[in-house]
């Protein structure tokens, strides 16, 4: 069965760094479109960044483009998120989701389809 699992979640000062990992203990990653969103208190989930399985090509939302960067590793079957010039705007959950996407704009947009990761809580203090 598959799961996905985040991980890399933690406390960070304004201005730090962290890098989240997504991962499935079941099964291959390589040719899904994985998508990172995040959810704050009282705000709808939103999609960050998402990356495609067919060429790799990527989407940021504008809130992030220049800081965070998403990254595949088909031999350790990871997607990672690294996250630079952390803002307290930051601040959320983060989900990882995998689905079969054509690009990854539409992937980030989000939809019904697809499976879930838990989330990992990113806080970053002021």
């Known amino acids: 069965q598959s799961q996905l699992v985040e991980s890399g979640g933690g406390l960070v000062q304004n201005g730090g760094s962290l890098r989240l990992s997504c991962t499935d203990s079941a099964f291959s990653l390589d040719y899904y479109a994985i998508g990172w969103f995040r959810q704050a208190p009282g705000k709808e989930r939103e999609g960050v960044s998402c990356i495609v399985g067919t060429d790799d090509s990527t989407y940021y939302a504008d809130s992030v483009k220049g800081r965070f960067t998403i990254s595949r590793d088909n031999a350790k079957n990871t997607i990672d998120l690294q996250m630079n010039s952390l803002r307290p705007e930051d601040t959320a959950i983060y989900y990882c989701?995998?689905?079969?996407?054509?690009?990854?704009?539409?992937?980030?947009?989000?939809?019904?389809?697809?499976?879930w990761g838990q989330g990992t809580q990113v806080t970053v203090s002021s």
């Open positions: 989701k995998a689905d079969i996407i054509s690009t990854a704009q539409a992937m980030c947009d989000g939809g019904p389809t697809g499976y």
